[in-house]
């Protein structure tokens, strides 16, 4: 039978690997100055894949895992945290790529703060797997 703790760390990837490959996409974009916008389109489309799928990892974590206490607990809160911190930071550098071209050096900003939170993110729960042995 399919336990349900293990979807949380079947979809945490996801975000990671999304925001931040639509990053480097958005600094390809920068750097090639094409009339095509191939890359500031991929990245737009891998930040909403990467926003949707740090929602889905948000909830699977909230729902299908368990209650810790102590130091790892408090790892898990700070992580949780930074999971939402991740999401606020995703949603508003879509919204300005994608409503507010004309903030584009601030939205760059944006994405660089989400791939730094959402790798921080990554972090801390690599942390409870590897040194706390959550999960294993």
């Known amino acids: 039978m399919f336990n349900t703790a293990h979807l949380h760390p079947l979809i945490v990837h996801f975000p990671i690997a999304l925001i931040m490959v639509g990053f480097f996409f958005e600094i390809l974009s ?10 500031s389109r991929a990245s737009l489309y891998l930040l909403v894949l990467g ?39 995703a949603l508003i550098t879509f919204m300005l790529k994608k409503y507010f071209t ?26 409870m797997v590897f040194d706390y042995m959550i999960g294993l």
């Open 51 to 89: 926003l949707i799928s740090a929602i889905a990892a948000s909830l699977s974590g909230f729902f299908f895992t368990a209650e810790l206490k102590g130091i790892v607990g408090e790892l898990k809160e700070k992580h949780e945290i930074c999971a939402y911190v991740t999401i606020g930071f």
């Open 30 to 39: 920068v750097i090639i100055k094409k009339e095509e916008k191939f890359f």
């Open 102 to 127: 004309e903030l584009e050096w601030l939205m760059r900003v944006f994405y660089l703060a989400t791939v730094g939170i959402v790798g921080y993110t990554g972090f801390l729960g690599g942390t």
